[in-house]
């Protein structure tokens, strides 16, 4: 058998079970695993999930150096309530963003989607493939209501670009779902949340979304094109991992 064919039979077998279901399994079936997390309202949930069933668990997060402040305090309030959890702390290589901003300025993501894509590579791409260098799968807060773009992603799939698993426990979440989760069972997030921050990166590229706007219209917002920093897409372009290549 091959991971795709086992990975496929995966997905049906997890098919309407709970996020809480689906880590277990994960945990189960994975030795090295970890959670990836940015913080936002989904990965904290996720955190608080995955903390009562393995409270040592693995856990990295991308620090680019262009974070909010309420970002770097709900991070100091996440370990504090879990104090078990490995998180591992994963920053860009010093001499690539010093490179970058010598040659194109400080901000250079205004000026194009070119520079734009190249900042996001330096400051999460690439440290996301030193984070996840060695695992077998790892685990997102993805959710097909998010965007258009991964409405037809399943609970498990295969990171091509990898060659591990990719789990996306939240995957048939609603928003209001997560939140009923937060609050029920007093889970610490980001303050900017309350500020019609619904999806949460870097500070000079997130903005607050208006009544009726797409979740993730604050990313990125001077753009037209799809909302995506390069974390969940492969090499060839594509969000969805393709199935039986």
């Known amino acids: 058998m091959t991971l795709q064919t086992d990975i496929d039979s995966a997905a049906a077998q997890l098919k309407g079970k709970t996020p809480q279901e689906v880590l277990t399994w994960a945990l189960g079936n994975y030795e090295k695993i970890s959670l990836a997390s940015s913080f ?15 409270p040592d668990a693995d856990v990295f997060t991308l620090d680019t150096g262009r974070l909010n402040a309420e970002t770097y305090e709900v991070i100091a309030k996440v370990q504090q309530k879990y104090p078990q959890l490995q998180l591992r702390i994963m920053f860009p ?78 995957i048939d979440w609603t928003n209001d779902q997560v939140w009923e989760y937060i609050h029920a069972n007093e889970v610490p997030y980001n303050a900017l949340h309350d500020q019609n921050f619904p999806s949460i990166g870097c500070a000079p590229c997130t903005r607050a979304v208006q009544a009726g706007e797409d979740l993730r219209a604050g990313r990125w917002w001077w753009e037209m094109s799809n909302q995506e920093c390069g974390l969940h897409v492969t090499s060839d372009g594509r969000l969805v991992r393709a199935k039986g290549e």
């Open 40 to 54: 936002g309202a989904e990965d904290v949930a996720l955190i608080d999930m995955i903390a009562k069933i393995k």
């Open 93 to 170: 290589q010093a001499e690539d963003v010093e490179k970058m901003v010598s040659a194109k300025g400080i901000n250079l993501f205004y000026d194009s989607v070119e520079n734009r894509k190249q900042c996001c590579y330096i400051r999460k791409v690439e440290p996301l493939g030193r984070a996840t260098k060695g695992l077998d799968a790892w685990i997102t807060g993805l959710r097909r209501d998010q965007t258009a773009n991964r409405s037809t992603m399943e609970t498990v799939e295969l990171d091509s670009d990898r060659n591990i698993a990719k789990i996306n426990p939240l």
